[in-house]
């Protein structure tokens, strides 16, 4: 008989599996971790035994729910999560400690009672007195939303089962434990069977339920990445502390879109929506200064206006520094050295630094001809008229490639009274239905350099 190869051993703490066993998981490095995983019976054709005949449905037979989303009284978030909340779905909302996960959903679900739903905020990480505290500062509470402090889930669960709220905060997932499972809370395996319990809570009592998770250093939900690929919908709130916006940004959805953000204001009376968030980006910048360059990006189907800001100086020695905040600093060197290549300027003893202000990291790579033509106008210290956008891609022979979606950016510039776009010219063909506003299409570096000279 062939000896057979399946898995034999798993490690509790973070799932690794073995056909060996091991004192210590060449994994995690957790001594005496390692488990016998359980193996399935067996039928007499040597196949898994399964229960009742399962039965395929064809999608006609099947009900739709997308009539039911529910919403949550904030356009920012109904948006980020493709029109509201789906019942029975599992949400998961990461960021950074001190960002505003408690105080968004303690909105929201204010909000949901007052809309006349019935809801449940868990938290295992503040008292009841400092919940009040942060609820004070919000506004007043009506309706059916009552608060628990607990951290044992199964007795969770067994309130969930019986009070049946429609919608649930678990605020957060790191300070939860299941009596069953050995390790500490915030332990991969603690963290993988309490979502794992929440799942089952969610589907089967068709509970919309929402995990706050916390960010670890290197950007991730603390826990094991399973956490992602279990929930439905995973949602990441970031912004600078010390500034006061936020972005909401879902990066999976699997009832929308993902990509989609929402734009918050972090105030002393809790979160406000910021409707605008173009207008929000550009408040205070700089007129007539040289170096400041105003560019459109995609944030999933919504343009977002912002400044990009660069200095070029003569180095005090020898080589030139780059600094980039905001954009990917090998982007700002490439693009340095194609202005070296493709205008003739010599810039290797600039120390050069570029910055998107607001805070935000933007990859998409429109952003490089205002990148470049922040770096010219600081270096020419050639001031860029103020009413002026710029949107365009730039290859490595100068030339301005297309982007996508230049109509909704210039629509966005022009509902916010720029006057004057400088556009691949390529984007010229199709109709941008910006009435009012001078298109300028630049095919390379040197015709935009012209454009920007003219002005
Ligand atoms: P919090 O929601 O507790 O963050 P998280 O749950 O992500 O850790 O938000 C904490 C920060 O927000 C804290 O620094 C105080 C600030 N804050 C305000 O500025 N205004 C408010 O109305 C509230 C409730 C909090
Ligand atoms: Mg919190």
Same mark, same amino acid.
């Given at each position: ?6 898995? !034999? ?5 973070? @799932? =690794? ?6 004192? %210590? ?18 039928? !007499?054709?040597? /196949? &898994?035994?399964? @229960? ?7 999608? $006609? ?9 529910? #919403? ?48 449940? =905020? ?43 709220? $429609? ?14 499972? !050995?390790? !500490?809370? #915030? ?20 509970? +919309? ?11 991730? *939900?603390? @826990? ?11 949602? =990441? ?13 879902? *990066? ?9 953000? @929402? ?14 968030? +173009?207008?929000? %980006? ?6 007539? /200064? ?55 300027? +010599? ?24 990148? *470049?033509?922040? %770096?010219?106008?600081? =270096? ?8 002026? *956008? ?14 996508? %979606?230049?109509? $909704?950016?210039?629509? $966005? /510039? ?9 556009? &691949? ?8 239905? /910006? ?21």
């Amino acid at each position: 008989m062939a000896k057979e190869k399946a898995t !034999a051993f798993f490690c509790k703490e973070c @799932g =690794y599996e073995s056909a060996k066993w091991y004192g %210590m998981c060449p994994s995690c490095h957790a001594y005496n971790s390692m488990v016998e995983a359980p193996k399935a019976p067996k039928t !007499a054709s040597g /196949a &898994p035994r399964t @229960g009742a005949r399962p039965i395929p449905r064809r999608l $006609e037979e099947i009900a739709s729910e997308e009539g039911d989303r529910i #919403g949550t009284g904030s356009e920012e978030l109904d948006r980020v999560l493709g029109g509201g909340i789906l019942p029975g779905s599992l949400i998961l909302t990461g960021g950074d400690p001190g960002i505003g996960k408690s105080t968004l959903l303690l909105q929201v679900f204010r909000n949901l009672a007052r809309a006349g739903h019935k809801v449940l =905020y868990i938290s295992g990480e503040e008292s009841l007195r400092q919940l009040k505290l942060r609820a004070d500062r919000i506004g007043a509470f009506t309706g059916e939303i009552s608060f628990l402090c607990e951290t044992d889930l199964d007795a969770i669960a067994e309130l969930l089962r019986e009070e049946k709220p $429609e919608a649930v905060v678990i605020d957060s997932i790191q300070t939860m434990s299941r009596g069953d499972v !050995a390790s !500490a809370p #915030g332990s991969p395996a603690q963290v993988r069977e309490c979502t794992n319990l929440l799942l089952t809570l969610a589907k089967s009592l068709t509970i +919309s339920i929402f995990i706050v998770g916390h960010v670890t250093k290197d950007g991730t *939900v603390a @826990g094991p990445r399973l956490l992602e690929h279990m929930v439905d919908t995973v949602l =990441y709130f970031e912004g600078d502390r010390h500034a006061s916006y936020r972005i909401l940004r879902a *990066v999976k959805n699997r009832f929308g879109a993902t990509g989609e953000i @929402g734009v918050f204001e972090m105030t002393a009376e809790g979160l406000k929506e910021v409707p605008n968030p +173009s207008a929000f %980006m550009l408040n205070g910048r700089p007129e007539g /200064a040289s170096g400041s360059v105003i560019t459109g990006v995609m944030e999933g189907t919504r343009p977002l206006l912002l400044e990009v800001q660069a200095l070029l100086t003569r180095t005090a020695y020898g080589m030139g520094r780059r600094t980039a905040a905001g954009i990917d600093y090998n982007r700002v060197s490439l693009l340095l050295a194609v202005m070296e290549k493709r205008l003739g300027l +010599s810039l290797g003893d600039c120390d050069a630094y570029v910055n998107i202000t607001g805070g935000l990291r933007i990859s998409d790579p429109s952003l490089d001809l205002a990148v *470049v033509l922040a %770096m010219y106008s600081s =270096y020419r210290d050639l001031p860029i008229d103020a009413s002026t *956008v710029v949107f365009g891609e730039v290859g490595l022979s100068g030339e301005i490639r297309a982007v996508p %979606m230049i109509k $909704e950016r210039v629509q $966005e /510039a022009a509902r916010l009274g720029f006057s004057t776009a400088i556009l &691949p010219k390529s984007a010229l063909r199709a109709d941008l239905g /910006a009435k009012g506003m001078r298109l300028i299409g630049a095919a390379n570096l040197e015709e935009a350099i012209k454009v920007i000279k003219a002005e």
